[in-house]
Structures are given as structure tokens and as C-alpha cells.
T-cell receptor
Framework: EAQVTQNPRYLITVTGKKLTVTCSQN?????MSWYRQDPGLGLRQIYY???????DKGDVPEGYKVSRKEKRNFPLILESPSPNQTSLYFC????????????FGSGTRLTVV | TQLLEQSPQFLSIQEGENLTVYCNSS?????LQWYRQEPGEGPVLLVT?????EVKKLKRLTFQFGDARKDSSLHITAAQPGDTGLYLC????????????????FGRGTQLTVWP
């Protein structure tokens, strides 16, 4: 089944403890991206990647890092999480940017205390 | 400032009624997409419109892309309780004032509730 898989689904952590949220797609898509969704603010793009080793900032990149070493994986790294990064995170992929539409993962609900 | 303005924010209607949701921007996009999202789940793509003036139909749902590629609408005919959900529009890759290929901009969504 074609899908985007995120792990973990739920995560509670403490301020300052580095964490990684994984994202993997099995559709050989070139494009992948990360979003956070907050009440009243909607979905906002964090980072995106047009292809392997190519990443760019979205609307809210501060406090996040990404890497794209292989086509199928696009992990989101929070080096020193803070409570304002408590949010619902989504990974998405697409054959390419601009016209294809995106397949989203099921989400990771992160709570930083 | 929200790049894409969706209206209405909330819509509560009876089964069988028709409705239209609007998505407006001052920017030109390479494409506009509509998604539906259930609580706690990821958005699911309904349609992508690429050409100005394009109209696409998906059963009882009709999607239109404005001629100038700045706005879109979603019309649902004879709504059913199963249509209940959060509807999101998203503009892909601004095409004016410098390309932003790869950037996806979401509206805040329209929460639709259809009562039996």
C-alpha cells in the first residue's frame, strides 16, 4: 500500500531533550515536507526537500532541523525542544512540487513539558 | 497574515442542502488543492486544479479554479452526514513576485457539520 509512515504517533518529552520524528514513504517520491498544525493557525510548512540532499526552509523553520540522505526518508529533528513546539506534526510527499498534490502521514502528536 | 483566506470558517447544515466554500488569495499559484481532514488524522487529497478556469467534479463535489489562478471554490450538492469534516485549501508554489516552488500554503480550513 502506498503510504507515508510517521513515527512515533504520540510523544511526550521534556524541554531540552533532543528527539527525532521519522518519516518514510514507499512511493519513490522526490518531494517531501514537514508541517505543524496548531489551533487557530492551521497547517504551516516547516521544511521541505525537492530531492536527496536538497532541503529548504518553510514558514516556521526555527528550532527544527531536517536531513534528506535517501529518497524515502525525511526525519525531523528537534535539537532542544521547547513547550512552544508542542503541536501536531505531519509529513507529506509528492512526485514533485507544483501540481501533483500531496500524500500525508497520519501525524505525530508531540507534547513538550 | 494568512496567504489563503477560507470562508466560511464554520458551516452547519442539514442533510440535503447545498453549500459552497471559498478560498481566496492575492497571489497566483501553480496549483490549488483541496483536502479533507478528520480529527487527529492527516489531510487527504480530494483534488488538484492546475489550469485557470478549470472545473473538476468528484461525485457530488465540484471544484473550480479561478481564471487568474488566485482563488478556488468547493461546492457540495445534497450534503450528507458523511461529508462532515475539516476542508482545507492549499496553494502550491506561488507563481508571481518570484517563484516559490516547493512551498505549500494552507488556508485555516472550513469545519463542515452535516446533520441528519
Amino acid at each position: 500500500e502506498a503510504q507515508v509512515t510517521q513515527n512515533p504517533r504520540y510523544l511526550i518529552t521534556v524541554t531540552g531533550k533532543k528527539l527525532t520524528v521519522t518519516c518514510s514513504q514507499n512511493m519513490n517520491h522526490e518531494y517531501m515536507s514537514w508541517y505543524r498544525q496548531d489551533p487557530g493557525l492551521g497547517l504551516r510548512q516547516i521544511y521541505y526537500s525537492m530531492n536527496v540532499e536538497v532541503t529548504d526552509k518553510g514558514d516556521v523553520p526555527e528550532g527544527y532541523k531536517v536531513s534528506r540522505k535517501e529518497k524515502r526518508n525525511f526525519p525531523l529533528i528537534l535539537e532542544s525542544p521547547s513547550p512552544n513546539q508542542t503541536s501536531l506534526y505531519f509529513c507529506a510527499s509528492s512526485p514533485g512540487a507544483g501540481k501533483y498534490g500531496y500524500t500525508f502521514g497520519s501525524g505525530t502528536r508531540l507534547t513538550v513539558v | 497574515t494568512q496567504l489563503l483566506e477560507q470562508s466560511p470558517q464554520f458551516l452547519s447544515i442539514q442533510e440535503g442542502e447545498n453549500l459552497t466554500v471559498y478560498c481566496n488569495s492575492s497571489s497566483v499559484f501553480s496549483s490549488l488543492q483541496w483536502y479533507r481532514q478528520e480529527p487527529g488524522e492527516g489531510p487527504v487529497l480530494l483534488v488538484t486544479v492546475v489550469t485557470g478556469g478549470e472545473v473538476k467534479k468528484l461525485k457530488r463535489l465540484t471544484f473550480q479554479f479561478g481564471d487568474a489562478r488566485k482563488d478556488s471554490s468547493l461546492h457540495i450538492t445534497a450534503a450528507q452526514p458523511g461529508d462532515t469534516g475539516l476542508y482545507l485549501c492549499a496553494g502550491d508554489s506561488k507563481a508571481d513576485r518570484g517563484s516559490t516552488l516547493g512551498r505549500l500554503y494552507f488556508g485555516r480550513g472550513t469545519q463542515l457539520t452535516v446533520w441528519p
